[in-house]
Nanobody, 120 residues
Framework: QVQLVESGGGLVQPGGSLRLGCVAS????????VGWYRQGPGSQRDLVAS????????????TYADFVKGRFTIPRDNGKNTVYLQMTSLRPEDTAVYYC?????????WGLGTQVTVSS
C-alpha cells in the first residue's frame, strides 16, 4: 500500500502563485508515475501534470496539460519522497480540488485532495 498526503492548498489572488506538495509513503517501487489531477465544481477530474520517476532519478518525462503549460511545473524532492506542483500566474478557472496520484504497476493510489481557490 501507498499513502499520499497533499498539502499547500488555499486562497490566492489571480496572478498569484501557490505550491502544492504530495508526500508519499509505504510500498513504493523503483518505477512509478506521480501526477496531479484537478476537479473543479461540476467538472470531471482532469490531468494537470505528471512525472515518471525511476530509481529515485528524474527521467525528465514530464507531461503538462495544455491549460497549464508555461505556468505550472512539477518539481520533486526524492530525499523527502515529495512531488510538488508549482503553480504561477493563477487564474480563477484554476479553482479546483487538486489530487495527487501515484501509479505503479496496474495500481493507482490517490490522495484526499487539497482545495485551491483563485479569487480576488
Amino acid at each position: 500500500q501507498v499513502q499520499l498526503v497533499e498539502s499547500g492548498g488555499g486562497l490566492v489572488q489571480p496572478g498569484g502563485s501557490l505550491r502544492l506538495g504530495c508526500v508519499a509513503s509505504g510500498d513504493i517501487r523503483s518505477l512509478f508515475v506521480v501526477g496531479w489531477y484537478r476537479q473543479g465544481p461540476g467538472s470531471q477530474r482532469d490531468l494537470v501534470a505528471s512525472i515518471v520517476i525511476r530509481d529515485n532519478a528524474d527521467y525528465d518525462r514530464t507531461t503538462y496539460a495544455d491549460f497549464v503549460k508555461g505556468r505550472f511545473t512539477i518539481p520533486r524532492d526524492n530525499g523527502k519522497n515529495t512531488v510538488y506542483l508549482q503553480m504561477t500566474s493563477l487564474r480563477p478557472e484554476d479553482t479546483a480540488v487538486y489530487y495527487c496520484i501515484l501509479s505503479q504497476g496496474s495500481t493507482d493510489f490517490w490522495g484526499l485532495g487539497t482545495q485551491v481557490t483563485v479569487s480576488s
